[in-house]
């Protein structure tokens, strides 16, 4: 069977800028992964391009990005590492190149749900962060193709940006949550100042000891249903008011 070994069109340096424009944007992971599959399209003259993702949970690589329309698998199709040829690609961190009926490759496992699985040649390359698989990209082509060393490159250099795309997702989701857990932490330890102080104006107010302050407080945050810091924040503002009638 005849194979085409043409060279790849659009595989330019401009293409190349462009990728490296989107993956080092402001964009959302789901943005940054819609371009690049869109990319590697123009950039390999293939007909659809698939991105999977490990699991750092289950180490399965879940389907994630999708050139042709794929609502309902979208996070839903998994492959064990070393499953078809994703797996494989994902336990191995190496390139597969099949240039015809791919689906004959012992290692191939066809998933029903993928129009791609029927396509005749697959490239595909792991998605590499910090040295470490992150994920899978797979390129495919409905008729023959000897997939040339440039095209192979082109497919290890996306594979390359999008690992490098999902370190910065993930530092940013990471200090994001490290921004909010200290913003919770300081919200918390400004309660307990306001309840403490509001704990000592009672005492002297009603002659109680700290225990029973803490309790008439908490009882009366249930009875009003508000929480201790706000009833805090009430009983401080009366006290600052009556204090100024003094004054007066």
């Not at 992971?29 to 699991?55: I, M, P, Q, R």
């Not at 993930?170 to 913003?183: C, G, I, K, V």
Request: charged letters at 30%; proline letters at 3%; one cysteine or more.
């Amino acid at each position: 069977m005849a194979t085409d070994s043409s060279r790849p069109p659009g595989a330019s340096t401009e293409l190349l800028h462009r990728i490296s424009a989107i993956v080092s944007s402001d964009r959302s992971l789901d943005e940054v992964l819609k371009e690049l599959v869109s990319l590697a399209v123009v950039g390999t003259g293939s007909d659809a391009c698939l991105v999977y993702l490990l699991d750092q949970e289950s180490g399965e690589a879940v389907l994630r990005a999708s050139q042709l329309p794929h609502p309902k698998e979208l996070g839903e199709v998994r492959l064990k590492l070393g499953e078809g040829i994703t797996g494989w690609v994902a336990a191995h961190s190496s390139v597969v190149s099949l240039p015809a009926r791919a689906w004959e490759d012992p290692r191939f496992k066809t998933l029903a749900a993928l129009e791609e699985d029927a396509f005749e040649a697959l490239l595909s390359a792991p998605l590499v962060a910090e040295g470490r698989v992150v994920g899978v990209i797979n390129v495919h082509h409905r008729q023959p193709r000897r997939h040339t060393e440039e095209e192979i490159a082109f497919v290890t250099f996306l594979g390359q940006q999008i690992g490098g795309a999902l370190e910065r997702a993930r530092l940013r989701e990471q200090n994001a949550r490290l921004q909010e857990e200290a913003r919770l932490i300081q919200q918390q330890l400004e309660a307990r100042k306001l309840v403490e102080r509001a704990k000592g104006i009672l005492q002297k107010r009603l002659k109680l000891s700290e225990e029973d302050a803490y309790l008439r407080l908490r009882n009366e945050s249930r009875r009003r249903r508000r929480s201790m810091r706000e009833l805090a924040e009430i009983i401080i503002a009366e006290e600052m008011r009556l204090r100024g009638q003094i004054l007066d």
